[in-house]
């Protein structure tokens, strides 16, 4: 429950049709088990007190009073020490009003919280609900159960007291694969998480479409979705069940079970995250009139996590969408360069040998293609001062000609000391501060923007995001230019396309990029060391691993510091231990907060994925805000 996260479990019992008093002893093991194992919430599938496949029984006055009756032993199951904590669904047949209604109940702590009537009967091919069931759409009414009145409705919510964020509605099988689910309006009505009861058969193709409508309605409604399915045990007179069991969470899959394995999954859903990224759209305001709220508790602990969280979350895993992600973003880059350069400008990038200048410097390589212009009205200025090394010049000047660019070199030594000796009076000529080194930055970008005047071009900038989000720029030096063509995309990204371009490209200029991979990343702003590069930047600011770890789940969902810690912890912890964590989490805070002004005014930039911190798009906040909240971790 800390940091907001629930355990949820999808479980598929060994059932055997029509005996309910084996399939209620089956459904408590499984509470038990998803107790032991700290589930918050069980779901059970569709009928499974019965079996979902019993055709004409249901008729039957035995099997549905043996129904109830199961469903009694397995209330009275649920005041179990372990079991208590568990918020259970589970499905059976129900007599309402004269008509046979397929529920779901919901069961906590010896109570039944109500039933949910299955909305919608699918009634074609090998389905016929019609011919014994009821529809339950709209249905409001009461049953008294074992002397207890219990709320039946097909709009009911189950709110947690200890966690108000945690809603529960419930859905079954069909209700999902029509035109306009009842999650739907669940989720409108503020249901942050979706179970499904359901008994869905297995035909070639089934397993896919049926895991991209679960997934796809997480994402749409922006909440967790656990679905539990009918498995072995049920006829197979003419259909077979696979128990296909799935837990999503806003368009993620989080756990699935292999078909036709009998079990139970189990993972975490983050309903604080999920809350959080609801308060960003009006289409989420809640409308729950009409509606039945139902209380359960939950006891306060600190949920387990087993869900894994990428140590790069702007980095896909897999390599093949890797590849595919980083041709997207390229182009993107590219076309957007393209809009801005026309048939009338040319690019200027002043080109260091590191990463950031190459990623633009392909992107404006690429964009010159589109445009069907020449390479050299891309133009590439490097220039050298105290701390640029023979490594990094020399990737430089080779890329340039690799890449058939104009290129060429502007030695700044002179004019940064003649600009030092200026204001002697104010600055020390031999101290290396940051006047020392913003004065190269600048001036570098004197340069540059001075010759766009002369050639008629544009600057165009090679900043990225996890420098905007750390401040690590000078401002009014390599913070500006004409188009910031970086600009949102994070320096672990960075790496990757720069990996994708030289394997794409190949021969010497795949050899030079790689080169360039294999530099420390530096400002190259203080003096050398025995000739090699001794001003690293992680050094100062802290892994950039880490840093973009910290800046996706911090703007992307809101996460508090002390939540991430906890994640990060947990992801990289065969990598950094906790107080390195939590020392650079620290820097993160103090110096995201210290530099917004920085980002208050940075030149335009393609936006290329789900985090931004353009003024103009995606994150607005005063340059003056105070930090204290967050630096109580």
Sequence with gaps: MKHGFIKAAAATPEIRVADCVFNAARIKESITDAAVRGADILVLPELCVTGYTCGDLFYQ???????????????????????????????????????????????????????????????????????????????????????????????????????????????????????????????????????????SNETVGKAEYRRSLVTGQSGRLLCAYIYASAGDGESATDIVFGGHNIIAENGKLLAESPLFENGMIISETDVYMLYSERTKFANYDEKSDGYTVKYFSLKKHETQLTRLYPKHPFVPDDSGELNSRAELILGMQAHALKKKLGQRFKALIGISGGLDSTLALLAASRAMTLLGRSQKDVLGITMPCFGTSDRTYGNACALAKALGIDFESIDITASVTQ?????????????????????????????????????????????????????????????????????????????????????????????????????????????????????????????????????????????????????????????????????????????????????NCIPDGVKIGSVSLSPRGDWRMPSDAEPHLWQNF
């Excluded at 079954?172 to 689910?181: G, K, T, Y």
């Design 61 to 199: 006055t035995t099997l549905l009073e043996g129904a109830k009756n199961a469903l009694d032993d397995i209330r009275a199951y649920t005041v179990g020490k372990k079991e208590s904590g568990v918020l259970v669904f589970v499905g059976l047949p129900l007599t309402l009003g004269g008509r046979i209604y397929n529920v779901a109940a919901a069961l906590k702590n010896g109570e039944i919280l109500g039933l949910v009537p299955k909305s919608y009967l699918p009634n074609y091919n090998e389905f016929y609900d019609k011919r014994q069931f009821a529809a339950g759409k709209d249905f409001q009414g009461t049953v008294v159960l074992n002397g207890t009145e219990i709320t039946v409705s097909s709009k009911l919510i189950f709110v947690c007291r200890e966690l108000p964020e945690l809603k529960v509605a419930a859905e079954i099988c069909e209700d999902l694969w029509v035109m306009s689910p009842p999650s739907a309006i669940h989720a409108q009505a503020g249901a942050t998480v979706i179970v499904n009861l359901s008994a």
């Design 419 to 599: 600009h030092l000796n200026d204001i002697k009076n104010r600055h020390d000529i031999d101290a290396k501060d940051a006047a020392y080194e913003n004065a190269q930055a600048r001036e570098r970008t004197q340069v540059l923007m001075d010759v766009s005047n002369a050639v008629g071009g544009i600057v165009v900038g090679t900043g990225d995001l996890s420098e905007l989000a750390l401040g690590w720029c000078t401002y009014n030096g390599d913070h500006m230019s004409m188009y910031a063509v970086n600009s949102s995309v994070p320096k672990t990204l960075v790496k990757y396309l720069v990996k994708y371009e030289a394997v794409r490209l190949g021969g010497k200029t795949g050899e030079i990029l790689r080169a360039i991979l294999d530099t420390p990343i530096s400002p190259e702003l203080l003096p050398l060391k025995d000739g090699e590069i001794e001003q690293k930047t992680e050094d100062v600011v802290g892994p950039y691993e880490l840093q973009d770890f910290f800046l996706y789940y911090f703007i992307r969902f809101g996460f508090s510091p002390d939540k991430l810690l906890r994640l990060a912890e947990m992801t990289f912890k065969d990598v950094y231990d906790k107080a390195v964590i939590k020392k650079w989490l620290k820097v993160f805070v103090k110096r995201f907060f210290a530099n917004q002004f920085k980002r």
